[in-house]
Protein backbone atom coordinates (compact mmCIF):
# COMPACT_ATOMS: atom_id res chain seq x y z
CA UNK A 1 0.00 0.00 0.00
CA UNK A 2 1.05 3.45 -0.92
CA UNK A 3 1.72 5.55 1.87
CA UNK A 4 3.13 9.21 2.30
CA UNK A 5 3.66 10.76 6.18
CA UNK A 6 4.38 14.30 6.44
CA UNK A 7 5.76 15.39 9.66
CA UNK A 8 7.90 18.44 10.69
CA UNK A 9 5.47 20.86 11.37
CA UNK A 10 4.17 23.51 13.71
CA UNK A 11 4.40 27.18 15.43
CA UNK A 12 7.16 29.13 14.09
CA UNK A 13 7.91 32.74 14.60
CA UNK A 14 8.36 34.91 11.61
CA UNK A 15 11.90 34.77 9.86
CA UNK A 16 12.52 31.47 10.98
CA UNK A 17 13.15 28.03 9.67
CA UNK A 18 11.35 25.15 9.07
CA UNK A 19 12.30 21.29 7.84
CA UNK A 20 9.38 19.13 6.81
CA UNK A 21 9.60 15.68 6.04
CA UNK A 22 7.72 13.31 3.91
CA UNK A 23 8.46 9.43 4.52
CA UNK A 24 7.27 7.05 1.15
CA UNK A 25 6.84 3.51 1.70
CA UNK A 26 4.60 1.27 -0.48
CA UNK A 27 6.06 1.71 -3.75
CA UNK A 28 10.18 2.58 -5.19
CA UNK A 29 10.36 5.95 -4.14
CA UNK A 30 13.25 6.73 -6.51
CA UNK A 31 11.10 6.12 -9.18
CA UNK A 32 8.79 9.15 -9.03
CA UNK A 33 9.05 13.00 -9.08
CA UNK A 34 7.37 14.61 -6.03
CA UNK A 35 5.79 17.38 -5.27
CA UNK A 36 4.97 19.90 -2.27
CA UNK A 37 1.50 21.58 -2.63
CA UNK A 38 0.09 23.83 0.09
CA UNK A 39 -3.13 25.78 1.53
CA UNK A 40 -3.24 28.61 3.31
CA UNK A 41 -6.20 27.91 6.21
CA UNK A 42 -9.83 28.13 3.83
CA UNK A 43 -8.33 28.85 0.85
CA UNK A 44 -7.06 26.59 -2.45
CA UNK A 45 -4.41 24.53 -3.41
CA UNK A 46 -1.37 25.94 -4.34
CA UNK A 47 1.90 23.76 -5.91
CA UNK A 48 5.34 24.97 -4.41
CA UNK A 49 7.65 22.92 -5.32
CA UNK A 50 9.02 19.82 -7.24
CA UNK A 51 11.85 17.45 -7.67
CA UNK A 52 12.52 14.73 -10.22
CA UNK A 53 13.59 11.18 -9.50
CA UNK A 54 16.73 11.19 -8.58
CA UNK A 55 17.45 15.04 -7.46
CA UNK A 56 18.69 16.47 -10.12
CA UNK A 57 16.18 18.59 -10.72
CA UNK A 58 13.64 21.03 -9.11
CA UNK A 59 11.48 23.96 -9.37
CA UNK A 60 9.48 26.66 -7.17
CA UNK A 61 6.81 28.61 -6.79
CA UNK A 62 8.19 32.61 -7.38
CA UNK A 63 6.48 33.22 -3.88
CA UNK A 64 9.00 30.67 -2.44
CA UNK A 65 12.23 30.68 -4.72
CA UNK A 66 15.21 31.83 -2.81
CA UNK A 67 13.79 31.00 0.73
CA UNK A 68 12.58 26.97 0.72
CA UNK A 69 14.74 24.52 -0.51
CA UNK A 70 13.10 20.92 -1.78
CA UNK A 71 15.54 17.75 -1.39
CA UNK A 72 15.29 14.11 -1.35
CA UNK A 73 16.82 11.27 0.35
CA UNK A 74 16.10 8.01 -2.33
CA UNK A 75 18.02 5.04 0.20
CA UNK A 76 15.88 6.66 3.20
CA UNK A 77 13.01 6.92 0.75
CA UNK A 78 12.48 10.09 2.15
CA UNK A 79 11.08 13.76 0.83
CA UNK A 80 12.11 17.40 2.27
CA UNK A 81 11.12 20.49 2.36
CA UNK A 82 13.47 23.30 3.90
CA UNK A 83 11.69 26.36 5.03
CA UNK A 84 13.64 29.67 5.98
CA UNK A 85 13.22 33.32 6.62
CA UNK A 86 9.35 32.48 7.32
CA UNK A 87 6.90 34.60 6.91
CA UNK A 88 2.83 35.19 7.79
CA UNK A 89 2.03 33.84 4.53
CA UNK A 90 3.16 30.92 4.49
CA UNK A 91 1.20 29.21 7.47
CA UNK A 92 -0.44 26.79 5.33
CA UNK A 93 -0.84 23.02 5.36
CA UNK A 94 1.49 21.12 3.24
CA UNK A 95 0.83 18.72 1.50
CA UNK A 96 3.55 15.82 -0.58
CA UNK A 97 2.46 14.25 -3.17
CA UNK A 98 3.71 12.24 -5.88
CA UNK A 99 3.18 12.46 -9.29
CA UNK A 100 2.67 9.17 -11.75
CA UNK A 101 3.97 10.32 -14.90
CA UNK A 102 3.19 7.64 -17.99
CA UNK A 103 1.80 9.51 -21.07
CA UNK A 104 -0.35 12.05 -18.81
CA UNK A 105 1.11 13.17 -15.16
CA UNK A 106 -1.05 13.41 -12.16
CA UNK A 107 -0.89 13.32 -8.24
CA UNK A 108 -2.11 10.34 -7.73
CA UNK A 109 -1.17 10.05 -4.04
CA UNK A 110 -0.55 12.32 -1.20
CA UNK A 111 0.33 12.50 2.36
CA UNK A 112 -2.52 13.67 5.30
CA UNK A 113 -0.76 17.16 5.04
CA UNK A 114 1.31 19.02 8.30
CA UNK A 115 0.58 22.20 9.37
CA UNK A 116 2.60 24.95 9.52
CA UNK A 117 1.66 28.09 11.47
CA UNK A 118 4.13 31.58 10.89
CA UNK A 119 3.21 33.64 14.12
CA UNK A 120 4.99 35.79 16.57
CA UNK B 1 2.95 30.14 -15.08
CA UNK B 2 0.18 28.87 -16.68
CA UNK B 3 -3.29 30.74 -15.29
CA UNK B 4 -5.72 28.23 -14.82
CA UNK B 5 -9.48 30.13 -14.35
CA UNK B 6 -12.19 28.19 -12.55
CA UNK B 7 -16.15 28.87 -12.28
CA UNK B 8 -18.57 28.99 -10.81
CA UNK B 9 -16.39 29.28 -7.38
CA UNK B 10 -18.82 27.73 -6.08
CA UNK B 11 -22.76 26.08 -6.59
CA UNK B 12 -25.75 25.00 -4.90
CA UNK B 13 -27.26 21.98 -5.99
CA UNK B 14 -29.74 18.96 -4.87
CA UNK B 15 -28.65 15.27 -4.89
CA UNK B 16 -29.76 13.91 -8.32
CA UNK B 17 -28.83 17.43 -10.44
CA UNK B 18 -26.50 17.38 -12.96
CA UNK B 19 -23.73 19.29 -12.41
CA UNK B 20 -20.67 20.84 -14.46
CA UNK B 21 -17.65 22.83 -13.52
CA UNK B 22 -15.44 24.53 -16.16
CA UNK B 23 -11.63 25.61 -16.17
CA UNK B 24 -9.77 28.04 -18.69
CA UNK B 25 -5.93 27.39 -19.31
CA UNK B 26 -4.26 30.54 -19.94
CA UNK B 27 -2.58 28.39 -23.08
CA UNK B 28 -2.97 25.48 -24.75
CA UNK B 29 -2.07 23.13 -22.50
CA UNK B 30 -3.09 19.77 -25.15
CA UNK B 31 -4.70 17.57 -22.71
CA UNK B 32 -2.61 18.00 -19.53
CA UNK B 33 -5.37 18.84 -17.05
CA UNK B 34 -6.41 16.78 -14.15
CA UNK B 35 -9.65 17.31 -11.40
CA UNK B 36 -9.09 16.68 -7.94
CA UNK B 37 -11.70 16.42 -5.10
CA UNK B 38 -11.50 17.59 -1.59
CA UNK B 39 -13.34 17.00 1.34
CA UNK B 40 -12.37 19.57 4.39
CA UNK B 41 -9.94 18.03 6.88
CA UNK B 42 -8.81 15.46 3.69
CA UNK B 43 -6.22 15.81 1.47
CA UNK B 44 -7.13 15.81 -2.62
CA UNK B 45 -8.10 13.07 -4.75
CA UNK B 46 -7.79 12.52 -8.35
CA UNK B 47 -11.12 11.88 -10.34
CA UNK B 48 -10.13 12.70 -13.98
CA UNK B 49 -6.69 12.41 -15.38
CA UNK B 50 -5.38 13.52 -18.70
CA UNK B 51 -8.49 15.53 -19.38
CA UNK B 52 -11.14 12.36 -19.75
CA UNK B 53 -9.40 9.27 -18.55
CA UNK B 54 -11.50 7.81 -15.27
CA UNK B 55 -8.79 7.53 -11.93
CA UNK B 56 -9.28 3.76 -10.99
CA UNK B 57 -12.09 3.38 -8.26
CA UNK B 58 -14.09 6.62 -9.38
CA UNK B 59 -17.52 6.66 -9.75
CA UNK B 60 -18.58 6.56 -13.46
CA UNK B 61 -21.01 9.10 -12.83
CA UNK B 62 -18.08 11.60 -13.20
CA UNK B 63 -16.66 12.45 -16.24
CA UNK B 64 -14.34 14.90 -18.16
CA UNK B 65 -13.99 16.69 -21.80
CA UNK B 66 -12.14 19.00 -23.29
CA UNK B 67 -12.51 21.82 -25.92
CA UNK B 68 -8.85 23.66 -26.55
CA UNK B 69 -7.94 25.37 -23.70
CA UNK B 70 -11.59 25.02 -22.48
CA UNK B 71 -11.98 21.79 -19.78
CA UNK B 72 -15.42 20.68 -18.02
CA UNK B 73 -15.85 18.29 -15.26
CA UNK B 74 -19.24 16.55 -15.37
CA UNK B 75 -21.54 14.81 -12.16
CA UNK B 76 -24.42 13.12 -13.89
CA UNK B 77 -26.44 13.06 -10.92
CA UNK B 78 -25.08 14.07 -7.74
CA UNK B 79 -24.70 12.38 -4.57
CA UNK B 80 -24.16 13.07 -1.36
CA UNK B 81 -20.41 12.37 -0.75
CA UNK B 82 -19.90 14.70 -3.79
CA UNK B 83 -20.27 17.68 -1.61
CA UNK B 84 -16.65 18.77 -1.73
CA UNK B 85 -14.84 21.51 -3.48
CA UNK B 86 -13.15 20.73 -7.07
CA UNK B 87 -9.75 21.65 -8.36
CA UNK B 88 -8.79 21.38 -11.99
CA UNK B 89 -4.73 21.32 -12.30
CA UNK B 90 -2.70 21.64 -15.34
CA UNK B 91 0.40 19.18 -15.50
CA UNK B 92 1.91 20.42 -19.16
CA UNK B 93 4.56 22.20 -17.28
CA UNK B 94 6.05 23.34 -13.95
CA UNK B 95 4.56 25.14 -12.22
CA UNK B 96 1.68 22.77 -11.94
CA UNK B 97 -1.06 25.31 -11.33
CA UNK B 98 -4.34 24.55 -9.95
CA UNK B 99 -7.35 26.42 -10.76
CA UNK B 100 -8.96 28.34 -7.58
CA UNK B 101 -11.84 25.63 -6.68
CA UNK B 102 -15.63 25.14 -7.20
CA UNK B 103 -16.99 24.51 -3.96
CA UNK B 104 -20.22 22.35 -4.22
CA UNK B 105 -22.65 22.81 -1.57
CA UNK B 106 -26.39 21.52 -0.89
CA UNK B 107 -29.27 23.12 -1.82
Redesign the interface.
Known sequence: EVQLVESGGGLVQPGGSLRLSCAASGFTFSSYWM?W?RQAPGK????VS?INSDGSGT?Y??SVKGRFTISRDNAKNTLYLQMNSLRAEDTAVY?CAR??SS??????Y????TLVTVSS | ?IQMTQSPSSLSASVGDRVTITCRAGQSIS??L?W?K?KPGK????LI??AS?L?SGVPSRFSGSASGTDFTLTISSLQPEDFA?Y?C?Q?YN????????TKVEIK
Open positions: HVGLVWRNADYEFGSRYFDWGQG | DTYNYQAPKVYASQTYQSAPRTFGQG
